[in-house]
């Protein structure tokens, strides 16, 4: 079965520390990463793409390990508002989906 | 523009029962899909519309579920019968299909089930 897996968390930050997070895939397959944030009881939606090159939006940062086959997300100066499940998603070359379970953030005053 | 439209938002019903859930994708997205997300875990692909084509129905348990897009615009979900655990939250989005590797996603905002 093809897995992505993510520590779950949640992970306890005060505000304005950095914060980093990894998502493992298993499948060598996988050709296009991204992060989704979800907030509690709320949907999903995009954060952030992740490409090989690694990029960068505003306080965050995404890169992505084919090596080691990893994807990971950074967060510098984290607010409130960043409080938020961090879902990861793998597409493979066959357009199969697989979505981690999450991470959970909190971020504290 | 408007989002993704998913009805009803809740529903509660006997384990053996039927429901539908309908979602309405944002105009001109080609691409649909329906996921199942349990409490605690990330969405699972259930089916994935290109038009009115699937791409990918593994996940789909098909002796009790089945979804349809007829027109390649709304899309219809149904489970007969129910069972227990699929309680879940039933997630709709779309895409524009401008490629299915790096298409952005955009969410509805979910039918809560609870099977009793």
């Known amino acids: 079965r093809k897995e992505v897996e993510q520590d779950p968390g949640p992970f306890n930050v005060p505000e304005g520390a950095t914060v980093a997070f990894n998502c493992t895939y298993s499948?060598?397959?996988?050709?296009?990463f991204f992060w989704y944030r979800q907030d509690c009881r709320k949907e999903p939606k995009l954060l952030m793409s992740?490409?090989?090159?690694?990029n960068e939006d505003g306080r965050f940062t995404a890169q992505l390990n084919r090596a080691s086959q990893y994807i990971s997300l950074l967060i510098r100066d984290s607010k409130l508002s960043d409080s938020a499940t961090y879902l990861c998603?793998?597409?493979?070359?066959?357009?199969?989906?697989?979505w981690g379970a999450g991470t959970k953030l909190i971020i504290k005053p | 523009e408007a989002g993704v439209a998913q009805s009803p938002r809740y529903k509660i019903i006997e384990k053996r029962q039927s429901v539908a859930f309908w979602c309405n994708p944002i105009?001109?997205?080609?691409?649909l899909y329906w996921y199942q997300q349990i409490l605690g875990q990330g969405p699972k692909l259930l089916i994935q519309?290109?038009?009115?084509?699937?791409?990918?129905d593994s996940q789909l348990p098909k002796d009790r579920f089945s979804a349809e897009r007829l027109k390649g615009v709304d899309s219809t979900l149904k489970i007969q019968p129910a069972k227990l655990e699929d309680s879940a939250v039933y997630l709709c989005?779309?895409?524009?299909?401008?490629?299915?590797?790096?298409?952005?996603?955009?969410f509805g905002p979910g039918t809560r089930l609870t099977v009793l």
């Open positions: 989005a779309s895409s524009p299909r401008t490629s299915l590797f790096t298409d952005t996603q955009y």
């Open positions: 105009s001109g997205h080609a691409t």
């Open positions: 519309f290109q038009n009115n084509g699937v791409v990918d």
């Open positions: 499948n060598s397959a996988s050709q296009s």
């Open positions: 992740v490409y090989s090159s690694g």
């Open positions: 998603l793998a597409r493979d070359s066959n357009y199969q989906l697989i």
